[in-house]
């Protein structure tokens, strides 16, 4: 049974940031993509950024130059650091992992972890 779990979500002013972790346990033989998501409310959930396993990122274009994702894998972590928040980045933020057990990938998703960013 695999479990990830953010954290590092909160309420800061825009021009602030915010770094949001996202740890994955259990049986795991190697985790292919790690992501952050965002959902507004009534949206419909969309892709911030995502690192491979060769450290490759991308990310989308109202966030570059401002989040960083990057990755742990001894620790099974991925880390979005967020600065100069905007309130338009208000959300609730996902991590996904694709993790590879026997050669047949998995997806799981964390729990969220909330964002407000005020004016």
């Known amino acids: 049974q695999v479990q990830v779990v953010e954290s590092g979500g909160g309420s800061v002013q825009g021009g602030g940031s915010l770094r949001l972790s996202c740890t994955a346990s259990?049986?795991?033989?190697?985790?292919?993509?790690m992501e952050w998501y965002y959902q507004e409310p009534g949206k419909l959930r969309d892709l911030v950024a995502t690192i491979d396993s060769s450290g490759r990122t991308v990310y989308r274009d109202s966030v570059k130059g401002r989040f960083t994702i990057s990755r742990d894998n001894a620790k099974k972590t991925v880390y979005l650091q967020m600065n100069n928040l905007k309130p338009e980045d208000t959300a609730v933020y996902y991590c996904r992992m694709v993790v590879d057990n026997g050669g047949v990938d998995y997806d799981y998703w964390g729990q969220g972890t909330k964002v407000t960013v005020s004016s």
């Open positions: 259990g049986d795991i033989f190697n985790i292919n993509v």
